[in-house]
């Protein structure tokens, strides 16, 4: 059995997917679904049981005979969180809690680590587990991501564990998100009903307005990064993005090509309240995945916006219908 916490989510509904995809039902959900609209991410998904994450946390030995790996992306990926004792319970001491379960029963451990962690990139976006120690987060969730990287490093767990480092993740299965959702999904909606899409101004002398780079990967291309783990035995930090920082304009731009319509960007400033947190670029080092031989064969941003916009958003569809 395979246990995917956060399986509700983003990330951990697409890792479900694609086992799917693999033959793999035997697969427990945990999670938490809320208020939130997530549930419809696992509405075409098959799977064995769901568990509500509390009551798993809570019961770990009932399960521990019969579980061959754990996919842990289960977290609170909220950038604007401010309180900080609900991201150390939930994204930390919950992680180091299933890690040591995991590690004491000879269990595949997989869990979902952040660029976040990297803060305002300027020590570089290098995935080595001794980098952590001198990372700076701007936020407290990449705080809260890089305690953990910082433990298992320290501990020596990345000799058997494998945390993932996501970048800008896009794609189907995100609906529920809200302010946390990629701006491919939110700028969709925005062409749609104005025709025109909203990007923030620079305020940094050396990126024009729009100019401002990220390390955007598609949903897809993150979840085969993710399960490669599965089969490799590698431990390790990894960074799960391109390496190749992509533009606002250049992601805009493919949204309004896949819908056949005319460029048309507004600049709105820069909100006051994240100026001194905004990140300016990212960019996925990818040697160290590559080394350990995932094949580097990836959507480029222009073919996975086009199969975001014109296989799901325009269709209302989630991944499996």
């Known amino acids: 059995m395979i246990i995917v916490t956060g399986g509700a989510g983003f990330i951990g509904s697409a890792i479900i997917w694609q086992l799917n995809n693999l033959g793999n039902t035997d697969i427990l959900i945990v999670d938490e679904l809320g208020l939130t609209d997530k549930w419809k991410n696992l509405v075409a998904l098959k799977y064995s049981d769901f568990i509500n ?14 579980i061959d790996a754990v996919i842990h992306m289960g977290a609170n990926s909220s950038t604007t969180e401010r309180d900080a004792d609900h991201l150390l319970t939930n994204n930390y001491e919950y992680t180091k809690h ?7 029963r000879n269990i595949r451990f997989i869990y979902a680590s952040s660029a976040a962690t990297y803060g305002d990139g300027c020590l570089g976006f290098d995935d080595s587990e001794a980098l952590a120690d001198k990372l700076r987060p701007m936020n407290m969730y990449g705080y809260s991501k890089n305690l953990f990287d910082i433990k298992a490093h320290r501990e020596g767990w990345f000799k058997s564990i494998v945390g993932l480092k996501y970048f800008n993740v896009y794609g189907p299965n ?5 302010d946390m959702r990629s701006v491919v999904h939110k700028a969709y909606e925005q062409i749609r009903d104005t025709g025109k899409v909203r990007l923030f101004k620079s305020l940094h002398p050396d990126y024009k307005d729009g100019e401002q780079k990220r390390d955007f990967i598609y949903i897809k ?29 250049d992601l ?31 960019e996925a080092r990818m040697d160290k995945i590559i080394k350990a031989g995932y094949p580097d064969e990836i959507f480029s941003l222009e073919k996975g916006v086009t199969d975001y916009v014109k296989n799901y958003l325009m269709k209302d569809l989630y991944l499996g219908y």
């Open 53 to 66: 994450k509390n009551v798993f946390i809570d019961n770990l030995d009932k399960w521990g005979s019969n």
């Open 98 to 104: 299933l890690a040591e379960f995991c590690l004491q």
């Open 174 to 178: 995100e609906y529920h998100k809200g």
């Open 221 to 249: 291309d993150a979840v085969n990064m993710s399960l490669y783990f599965l089969e490799n035995k590698a431990g390790g930090l990894y960074n799960v993005g391109t390496g190749k920082a992509r533009t606002w304009n």
């Open 252 to 282: 805009v731009k493919s949204i309004f090509d896949a819908l056949e319509k005319p460029t048309d960007i507004e600049f709105i400033d820069l909100p006051a309240e994240i100026a001194d947190r905004y990140q300016y670029f990212t």
